[in-house]
């Protein structure tokens, strides 16, 4: 809220989401704000995904995990849900041990990121940004 002027002030610039990151290290951070081009409103969590730090994903339009070693399990998916979460990208170079069928028979839109090249990594997830921030203007919350 613009507190000199009194009014709510929204940003409906097409495709530009807000994100969070979890589990991400230096390295990962910094190609990623590169590939980014300042685009996307990104929100870096060093710490994985877990009950500590789920509520930073509030308000959030996207969630992407990064080498998440402890599995989502169905109940966390459903907290995702619950918090209006309509995007999420899992990004390991490992096999993921995660029950897709409730992401999918949620309605979140997800990108499973296979891939041990960071630059190539942060690349794909700043396309599937883009591309989900330019289809579908849902994204914008009130």
């Known amino acids: 809220m613009n507190s000199s002027i009194g009014f709510y002030t929204f940003d409906y610039s ?3 989401m807000k994100v969070i990151v979890y589990n ?7 190609i ?9 409103k990104i ?13 930073f994903a509030e308000a959030k339009d996207a969630v992407i995990t990064i080498n998440q070693e ?29 029950d897709l069928s409730i992401i999918k028979n949620s309605g979140i839109q997800y990108k499973i990121i296979k891939c041990s090249d960071p630059r190539l990594a942060a690349s794909l997830i700043i396309e599937t940004l883009d591309n989900w921030g330019n289809s579908d203007q849902d994204h914008v919350k009130f």
């Open 70 to 98: 402890n599995q989502l399990s169905h109940s966390f998916i459903l907290k995702l849900i619950s918090l209006g979460i309509p995007y999420l990208i899992l990004k390991s170079m490992e096999e993921f041990f995660i």
């Open 14 to 16: 097409k495709g530009i």
């Open 43 to 55: 929100t870096i969590i060093t710490d994985p995904l877990n009950e500590t730090t789920v509520h």
């Open 32 to 40: 990623l704000a590169l590939a980014n081009r300042k685009t996307h």
């Open 24 to 30: 991400i290290n230096q390295k990962e951070k910094e």
